[in-house]
């Protein structure tokens, strides 16, 4: 492997979305991605389809678990069964990391709370994702993304209207649980090459889709403003958003006077208008900024007018569907499209992970990204290999001092 957590074990109990995407951010990363899954059935997302590539019975796979599980390797384990137990705290006691997104005390009742996993391994890295958090009056509450897109607000926030909330195309608190769980990861094991103990890192769905209310946010705990959803233009920018044009539609911004007076210039609109000469005059007359460009636009094929505003120096842009983003050059130039060979399913293009990284010097940057990409794994494919590792020399591996240090002595609840 090779990546800046090269050398990183990481034991990934996750399901779902949320967890297993952070453990394939941390696995993209060059860390090693140990995937325990339920005997039988595996992660839950296995079987979330269509679309499958192969057709039902055995060896069949979702798409959808190929979105979230890259770069592991899946062994399966029974969790009440005292000999899998057994392999787990083996797991524990070499691993860095722990991921788990049970619902919150489910792990200590199999007798794996975070008292037990630490005594098992100080140096433990311990990632907990919930719904809504550990504690509080709903903590126990199961987490699932569209009803927490409801409840955190974000749906009040997007679609056509206030009375037309919509969520967002892809699970986003799932995905942005696992983003901010895996940079607490990473900023626990920073702190671990301090201290030499690891610690406890909890996010949830909740705790996500809040943490990116960003203006939204403190338009309501500053100003007392609480908005609403209102469609594709911007709350506090005008013009941005979506226009419609001859046979189509273009995206443009207008973030800055300057970009403002630009694209009057190239328009023939007179910039300081009445009404129309700040910011803030715009986004209180939004709709007739809205009426004024799409007036100018009608006759104006899309390619035509994207042309006309880059030649202006305006930000603007397509909507593209998905076939078109992954045919767009510049997202091939950026590695958002891998290639794997699939045991079962053969060649994959998946989509590819976001960070890049780059050694200076004196003749140029070199790139030192992961190249070496491993498809989502087979339910339970490296069972056999990961045992006979487990049995092999614990030479380096932390083990337990004093009593009660097992599962078995007591601990479980």
Known sequence: MSGPLDGVLVVDLTRALAGPHAGMMLGDLGARVIKVESPGSGDDSRGWGPPFVQPEGAGRESTYFFSANRNKESITLDLKDDADKQVLTELVRRADVLLENFRPGTLARLGFGTDVLAELNPRLVQLSISGFGHDGPEGQRAGYDQIAQGEAGLMS????????????????????????????????????????????????????????????????????????????????????????????????????????????TEFGFDPDAEGLATNGERV??????????????????????????????????????????????????????????????????????????????????????????????????????????????????????????????????
């Not at 037309?164 to 799932?174: E, Y």
């Not at 603007?316 to 569907?321: F, L, M, N």
């Not at 004196?362 to 990204?369: K, L, N, P």
């Not at 487990?390 to 380096?396: A, D, I, Q, V």
């Open 157 to 264: 926030l997007t679609g056509s209207g206030p009375e037309d909330p919509q969520k967002v195309g892809v699970p986003i608190g799932d995905l942005l649980a696992g983003m901010y769980g895996a940079y607490g990861v990473l900023a626990a094991l920073l702190e671990r090459e301090r201290t030499g103990v690891g610690q406890v890192v909890r996010t949830s769905l909740l705790a996500a889709v809040v943490g990116v209310h960003a203006f939204q946010g403190t338009a309501y705990t500053v100003a007392g403003q609480v908005n609403r959803g209102q469609g594709n233009h911007h709350p506090s920018i005008a013009p941005y958003g979506l226009f419609r044009c001859a046979g189509g539609s273009v995206q443009l911004s207008c973030g800055s006077e300057g970009l403002w007076r630009r694209l009057c």
């Open 284 to 413: 209180g007359n939004r709709n007739r900024v809205i009426e004024l460009l799409e007036t100018a636009f009608a006759e104006i094929p899309a390619e035509e007018l994207l042309a006309r505003l880059a030649a202006a120096g305006v930000p603007a842009g397509k909507v593209r569907t998905l076939d078109e983003v992954y045919a767009w050059e510049q997202t091939l130039s950026q590695g958002l499209a891998i290639s794997v060979d699939h045991p079962t399913a053969g060649p994959l293009t998946l989509p590819g992970p976001p960070l890049r990284f780059f050694a200076p010097g004196t003749d140029g940057e070199t790139e030192t990204t992961r190249r070496d990409h491993t498809p989502p794994p087979v339910l339970g494919a490296d069972g056999e290999a990961i045992r006979r590792w487990l049995s092999g020399p614990t030479e380096g591996v932390p083990q337990p001092d004093g009593e009660g240090a097992d599962v078995e002595d007591g601990h479980a609840t």
